[in-house]
Structures are given as C-alpha cells and as structure tokens.
C-alpha cells in the first residue's frame, strides 16, 4: 500500500475543504461534573463510536457518576490510537482499530460500544466501469490503512478472488482519501459512514457497489480503550465510566429514536441529518444491557475483537495475532453489568 502524495490530490476545489470540515477537523467538548473526576476523551465522529458519549454528555449520566468527560474529536482511529499511547488521551473510542493497537500492547479495552456491520462501503467513480471488488484489479483504491474500511476491502478483494498486490491502494486519512477521490484521482475508495455523505454531496454520480454487509467476517467491534498506565491506576473510574455507559444505554433502548434525535441537534447538526444518522445506526449492532452481558459471558465479544484482529495479522498491520483476553479483560464490564441488573 502507498501513500497518498501531493500530486495525487492535486486539483481538488476549495468548496470539498468545507464540505468534508465537520469531520476533519478535532473539536472539544467538556461536560460533566465540574468537581468530579476529569476524564480525557478521544473519539471518532460517526454514530457507531459517539453515540452513548454524546447521549451521556446531553442527559448527564456521566455528571451523575462524577465524571467530567473532556471529549476531543480525532478524524481516524489511527491518530486517535497515537494520542492515546501518547498519554494526551485517558480513553479512546474507536472503531476497528480497536482490534489494532491494543494487540500491538498499545492501550486495554474494557468495553464494546457497538458492532460495525455494514459501516464500511465501495464507491467507484463514473466511468471507472468497477461494478464489483472484482473488477479492481489493476485500478487505484483509496482508503485508510488498519482501519473499518481497510478490512472491508480485504475481505472484498479475498472473497472475489483478486490479489490485493494486483490493486493499486493507496493510504491516505479518509477526509484527505475523499478529497482524492472526488477531484478524480483514484477510481474507487473504501470508506466509513458518514464519510459515504461527503462523497455523496460532492460525487452524487459515484456508484456505492458494495458495502461490509456482504461480508459477515468484516464486522468490527468500536471499543472503549485506556491508556496503559492510566488503566494500570484508575480501576475504580473505568468501572465508573461502565456504570454509567450502561445507565445511557438503558436510555438509548428504552427511547432509541428520541435519543438519536437528541444526540444528532446537539452533536450532529449541519454533518448529518436525523435521516442519515437513522439510516447509518441501521448498519450496526446494538443492544440491552442483558444482551450484552450475555455476549460477553459467551465470548461472542472477544471473537469479533479477534476476526478484526486477524485480518490486520493477514495485511501486515500486526505482527502476530494476540488473544484478544491478552488486551481486553471482559471480567469489569460483567461485574458491572450484573451489579446494574441487579
């Protein structure tokens, strides 16, 4: 895989700058207890990793348990892992690069937001004649490396039995990837929601042809991760920070549609509409709290952390596969949970 390089996305109109900002550029956002414990929040801005943060920011269930979350918004998983191995970051909320870094010993996982089901999607450009990931072999795909979308495209490519080494793919950040693929420079591009609406507003003559969906290997699970070291010393606010996840995600189930509809007025307004945010929550996999539970005791959580995991193993992106109970101790969230059903 390349990088993207200057000359290939050379050309692009300055309006696609302002088009893609909502979800380029990093934001902050503090909301909590003032006098409580102070918690530095990463997360990506599309529904699947921010919805229950967002909720919890509007309603105050996090101000209820003390915490004062000071949120910042990243553009992708990868920057946003960087920060918090870096120590500017306490917790991460990511997507499937939640099955990355961690293996790699960068960062603990102690909760499970959401399941990525159909999040990922293949656009392919007009006049590209790309109907299928078989025909791309021999084309340029853009996309980000170790990310949702990057293995959305190598479970595509396997299944259509293209050698991703006859593909030209190209890495680049996804808003810069969707700059390149709009202003022509790539003929197709692997992508995340809501980046998918960018292309749309920009390309509406681009062609979704495939999305994760169509490969149930490719669901990827958006986790909460910690820092080591502030994992290593804060037990007793992780195990706060799930008491009052699951208190939020008694609210989104109880009233999924009025929730969304909060968190799209006070997070989402002018990126996405209360409709496109419906229609993306539609590509994910939620649940009530007993059903998380029971996911966890069974294991069926860890086995989506170690699909995602195995695919980064395949693309060189982790050097060798890890058991996900090495980085992710299910053990906080089923005490808590069983305490909150109690």
Not at 9 to 22: D, E, N, R, V
Not at 323 to 342: G, M, N, R
Request: proline share 3%; hydrophobic share 45%; charged share 25%.
């Amino acid at each position: 895989m390349r990088a993207l390089t200057t000359g290939l996305a050379a050309g692009l109109a300055l309006t696609l700058l302002s088009a893609c900002g909502a979800l380029d550029e990093g934001g902050d956002a503090a909301s909590g207890a003032e006098d409580g414990t102070t918690v530095r929040v990463g997360y990506l801005h599309t529904i699947a990793v921010d919805d229950k943060l967002w909720l919890g920011q509007i309603d105050g269930q996090w101000a209820d348990h003390g915490l004062n979350m000071e949120a910042t918004e990243f553009a992708t998983g990868i920057e946003l892992s960087q920060a918090l191995a870096g120590g500017s970051l306490d917790v991460a909320i990511m997507g499937g690069v939640t099955s990355n870094f961690p293996a790699q010993g960068e960062g603990q996982i102690f909760m499970v937001n959401s399941i990525e089901n159909a999040t990922a999607r293949l656009f392919a450009a007009p006049g590209s004649k790309i109907q299928s990931a078989a025909d791309l072999e021999g084309k340029t795909v853009v996309t980000t490396e170790g990310t949702t979308a990057d293995i959305f495209l190598h479970r595509a490519l396997t299944k259509a039995g293209v050698d991703r080494a006859d593909v030209d793919v190209v890495n680049a950040k996804m808003p810069d990837a969707v700059q390149a693929f709009v202003g022509g420079s790539a003929d197709a591009i692997a992508l995340w929601v809501p980046f998918d609406l960018r292309v749309k507003e920009a390309l509406p003559e681009a062609t979704e042809i495939d999305d994760a969906g169509s490969y149930p290997d490719a669901a990827v699970a958006d986790g909460w991760i910690a820092n080591n070291d502030w994992y290593a010393d804060n037990e007793d606010t992780v195990r706060t920070i799930i008491d009052a996840w699951l208190d939020v995600n008694d609210a989104f189930r109880e009233d999924p549609e009025g929730s969304l509809e909060k968190v799209q007025a006070e997070a989402y307004d002018g990126a996405a509409t209360l409709e496109d945010l419906t229609y993306q929550v539609e590509s994910q996999t939620d649940r009530a709290n007993e059903e998380w539970l029971a996911a966890y005791e069974d294991g069926s959580v860890l086995d989506v952390v170690g699909t995602a995991e195995q695919a980064y193993v395949d693309l060189g992106g982790v050097p060798e596969y890890v058991e996900p109970s090495e980085f992710f101790d299910t053990s906080l969230f089923i005490e808590q949970a069983k305490a909150h059903l109690e």
